[in-house]
């Protein structure tokens, strides 16, 4: 499995954390975010992320910044792409087992590093239920 990960200024942290624990899982990651506090632009790292899954890069996507809905915002701009902003570990649960996201959106500045990782496992962990679920995605 690969996941691409971008993240701005906020989410520096984050990301060095979740990609670590990824890495314990032997997933690949694709860095796409910024490795510096120094303030980005939030969208070039959301399309970078959304541009990976369209090309088939990447199987699935999380995306970091300070408030997690302008990342959001952006990857969801871009077909196909179902992102989701979670700051718990059952949000983000519910946003693959009922809408079939395939990228999260982790608030930075409203969650722990520790609870993001979590977040980010569960995200990976759980499946899409489809049945019901699936007709709605469908009209999404």
């Known amino acids: ?27 690949e990651v694709l860095n796409f975010g910024t490795d510096t506090p120094e303030s980005v632009d939030y969208p070039d790292f959301g399309h970078a992320v959304a541009r990976a899954l369209e090309e088939g890069k990447a199987d699935l996507g999380i995306v970091i910044c300070g408030s997690g809905n302008g990342i959001a915002m952006t990857a969801n701009k871009h077909p196909h792409v179902r992102c989701a902003v979670c700051w718990t570990k059952e949000l983000s649960a519910l946003a693959r087992a009922h809408n079939d996201a395939n990228v999260l959106s982790i608030p930075a500045r409203f969650t722990a590093i520790e609870q993001a990782v979590e977040i980010a496992n569960a995200f990976l962990i759980t499946p899409f239920e489809g049945g019901r679920h699936e007709r709605r995605v469908k009209k999404i």
């Open 1 to 27: 499995m690969k996941i691409a990960i971008g993240n701005d200024h906020a989410g520096v942290d984050y990301k060095n954390a979740i990609a670590a624990f990824l890495k314990t899982k032997n997933i």
